[in-house]
């Protein structure tokens, strides 16, 4: 049996530097596949070319159009190739249209001075929690499990929050280790954090993603099933705002760092 | 008299789409030009674009190799317009090789619900804190005037630090309003975090920096000639670490949040 991530993700290689990848059903979000597996899929580009040296350490992911059903090709290319680095621009298309821009970095694993500084939330196991059910028919929500610690969506007649933080605990609903693709999906696994401040009517959708991974392949391996995934919002105004993530293991390991600015739609409380 | 930031962010347009820079000797950095000045002339080539519509509100920018003196060519390319945003990819080239690669999201603002959720940290007004003197023979550091609060370099014989947060008041030494352009030049001002860890003789360069603009160009033109920069760092390891920055407008409003993944180079403690 194929993970239903490993499905979503499977480029076809047609010529130099060009992959095919097909949306997957299980995926699906409000219009188009959730941002997340579109995310791992440029990233599976780039780990799936011949040319591919090291791991994953950074990505952008622009999701300039919603992508349709169907196929969707990536050219992904390794446009500098440094002793330690390798930088990639990534253009996917579906016909002549573009629908997502990204550029990532791969790194070659060095053996260096190492410390974390961020602060892991003080919260417990995940089997402290109950699992959360999120009470829309978005696919893609089953695929994860999610316990909340914090910060559920205010579902009316839930009173709005004064503050968009939100703390939960997150596997594959089927087990699957993690891995770059997989922490990449995870990545935007937090629900729009304006609905925390105006409900899950707004609408939402994210325009640029970016995400940092601190763990070795290695290390991802290693990880438990659950990660516990924190974010909050930093300023919100002109249609846009920006939400910042942490993804942490439950050994305490920073493993990722993940930011997005996000497209919402929202009129002015006194207009 | 131009200023020294518009002198070196300033592009020719030479055939579409493709725009010649010219690497200035006053901000030159350790090795290469200042990360900052090279990040806000790609935005200067996408704003300089004859089809470009709205402001900067994302920019990543790929350090792929140090820029040579001399010119270099900035391929910006709208490759999708939506109603309200604008997708840019951006490929900078010296000869045949590709020495810088970034993303832009450009956007139309737009009047909706807005707020601010990060707390701008409680300091002095710029002028109760002395001008710090960075005692390093760097160019562009005599572009910038600052004044720290706190997290200076610790140059030896000062001892090391025990986290990487440094606040500070930033001004460019000439009078100049501040834009779009300026805003990302400014967001990679913040020395390597590294330094206070580890001390400043640490081989350390910016591989890939994200910005988001929050505030648009009329509430960028109002501010003062003082930006409040405030970073820290997250997770240090593999050769890598994140640096993660806030710049704040005297007046108290969130203008930029700003990310970057950086190369070190530094022995394990115990190696």
Redesign the interface.
């Known amino acids: 049996m194929v993970h239903v991530l490993d499905e979503a993700i499977a480029v076809t290689r047609t010529e130099d530097g060009v992959a095919t990848a097909r949306t997957h059903r299980q995926w699906e979000n409000m219009v188009g596949p959730f941002g997340g597996i579109t995310a791992a899929t440029a990233a599976s580009a780039v780990l799936s070319h011949p040319d591919v040296q090291g791991e994953v350490?950074?990505i952008?992911v622009?999701f300039?159009?919603p992508l349709a059903p169907g196929e969707w090709s990536i050219a992904a290319e390794p446009?500098?190739t440094?002793r330690?680095?390798q930088?990639w621009?990534i253009?996917a298309r579906q016909g002549a249209?573009?629908?997502v821009?990204?550029?990532a970095?791969t790194?070659v694993?060095?053996?260096?001075?190492?410390?974390?500084?961020?602060v892991m939330p003080e919260v417990d196991a995940p089997d402290a929690y109950a699992e959360t059910r999120i009470p829309f028919p978005l696919k893609w929500l089953q695929n994860y499990r999610m316990r909340f610690v914090a910060g559920e969506i205010p579902i009316p007649p839930a009173p709005l929050a004064d503050?968009?933080n939100a703390m939960f605990w997150l596997r594959h609903a089927e087990a699957r280790p993690w891995d770059a693709p997989a922490l990449i999906a995870a990545s935007d696994a937090f629900y729009p954090r304006v609905f925390r401040?105006?409900g899950p009517s707004v609408r939402a959708s994210t325009?640029?993603l970016?995400t940092?991974l601190?763990a070795?392949d290695a290390e991802l391996a290693a990880a438990g099933p659950y990660l516990l995934l924190r974010a909050?919002?930093?300023?919100?105004?002109?249609?846009?705002f920006?939400q910042?993530g942490?993804i942490w293991s439950e050994g305490g390991a920073?493993l990722a760092?993940t930011?997005q600015?996000v497209?919402?739609?929202?009129?002015?409380?006194d207009?």
Do not use: K, M
């Not at 919002?233 to 249609?239: E, K």
């Not at 497209?263 to 409380?269: G, K, L, M, T, V």
């Open positions: 350490v950074a952008t622009n300039a159009a446009v500098r440094n330690t680095s930088h621009t253009t249209d573009v629908v821009t990204a550029t970095v790194g694993d060095r053996d260096t001075w190492a410390d974390t500084e961020a503050d968009a401040r105006r325009i640029t970016t940092y601190h070795s909050g919002a930093s300023r919100y105004g002109r249609g846009l920006e910042r942490e920073l760092t930011y600015l497209y919402f739609s929202e009129p002015r409380a207009a």
